[in-house]
């Protein structure tokens, strides 16, 4: 029943839910975690754990950056129930989404709620703390302008980790720097907005009242804009929400 489970995991999710475990049926939990649905005497989770070395406090990064999206918004976001470690596995217990068909206005009701997000705003772009996106770390080190937090806590970031594969030529890594010089006159001068981050259909799941709900951030403070570019990735939304 549990042999999926290791075994230290299992007893530091019982401390922590003061709960017997019942059942656990295994589903993804992404490219990096393993997870799925775990029945206890106290209800039904979902719970998701990778390894804590490789990635050091991801778990708790994820549960700050799913109460900040669910302060405020409209959107559907799961409640953190716990978040731990046990031997050399870290854990995240959530609610479990039962999920059904979606509503007739399920798109457009994502873009308004998805509108309501964005509403909130902060007065410096990035965070207060580091978390991740996927499997890679996210630095959020704050900053007054967006041009400058874009060019430098992403678009260069991703540039140098390329370079260091060998995945970029040195003529592509200078059209950046030039991309760089125009971005100014590119991107328009907006507050910072609270952004899921890592907004592509995976990460979006349908609730059992059939509307939007969103999991697995990589929250920080940025242009709105950055959530809808993401959107496009694998295929794209239904044109509903972009409008």
Not at 75 to 97: E, M, R, Y
Not at 166 to 195: C, G, H, I, W
Not at 200 to 220: F, H, Q, R
């Amino acid at each position: 029943m549990f042999d999926t489970i290791p075994g230290d995991l299992i007893s530091g999710v019982r401390d922590v839910l003061k709960s017997d475990l019942t059942s656990f049926s295994f589903s993804s939990g992404g490219c990096i975690n393993q997870g799925g649905k775990l029945t206890t005497t106290s209800g039904d989770f979902f719970i998701k754990w990778n390894d804590a070395q490789k990635f050091p406090l991801m778990f708790e990064a994820e549960a700050k950056g799913l109460q900040l999206l669910r302060t405020g918004s409209k959107i559907d976001i799961p409640h953190v129930i716990a978040h731990g470690v046990a031997g050399n596995k870290q854990f995240l217990i959530l609610d479990f989404i039962e999920q059904k068909p979606k509503l007739l206005k399920y798109w457009e009701h994502l873009g308004e709620q998805l509108a309501s997000v964005h509403r909130s705003t902060g007065t410096l772009f990035g965070l207060d703390h580091e978390n991740y996106i996927g499997s890679l770390p996210q630095i959020n080190k704050e900053n007054a302008l967006w041009v400058n937090f874009f060019i430098h806590q992403r678009l260069g970031v991703q540039v140098s980790l390329a370079a260091a594969s060998n995945l970029l030529s040195v003529s592509l890594q200078k059209q950046f720097d030039t991309f760089y010089s125009r971005m100014p006159s590119l991107l328009p001068a907006e507050k910072p907005s609270l952004l899921h981050g890592d907004l592509w259909s995976g990460n979006l799941i349908t609730n059992k009242m059939g509307e939007p709900c969103l999991i697995d951030p990589a929250v920080y403070y940025g242009n709105r804009e950055v959530d809808l570019a993401m959107t496009r990735l694998f295929g794209g939304f239904d044109k509903k929400f972009y409008d």
